[in-house]
């Protein structure tokens, strides 16, 4: 998929920190590839996406800038096993498509793809060298979502149960940061991981 010698996924639940120590590898001088940050832009006004969710979900779901109304497509689909399916066959491939054109972009000592749902997508074990977890305790990813948010504790557990438990990502992880908050902390172990990372990609 890239040019690059070693690739990693980093991942981890909502709230688990994966951007403070996404930013903490970029410091490094590691490339950084955002397939949220990329989904975002296919779905902002004038987003490829957009047409083909037009015409799949209704002007409903278009707000008047012509973005995606992500508030009201997450609650249509959130419950709604098929129309799921729906909206993830137009954004997967673009995405794909969008990372993959990234990747042979983005410069670095290696390439960090950072995506939320790689436990649940399936194919990123294929697709990257390794996989780094953001861990954190669930009640951390609750208090922390709640305060940056403002969501209820019944929405953000609702979210947690919709994707890979804790167990799943723990067990797919090759290497695992803890976020308990202290920045000094997690700076420590992503020094350590970066010395790593930089002999697999020699």
Known sequence: MTLAAFTLGLTGGIGSGKSTVADMFAELGAGLIDTDLIAHQITAPNGIAMPAIGKEFGSEFILDSGAMNRQKMREHVFSRPDEKSKLEQILHPLIRAATESAAKDTAGSYLIFVVPLLIESGTWRQRVSRILLVDCPEETQIERV??????????????????????????????????EGNLDEIRKQVSVLHRKYLLYSK
Do not use: K
């Open 146 to 179: 709640i305060h940056r948010n403002g969501m209820t504790r019944a929405q953000v557990v609702a979210i947690m149960q919709a994707q890979a438990s804790r167990e799943q990502r723990l067990q797919a992880a090759d290497d695992v940061i803890f976020n």
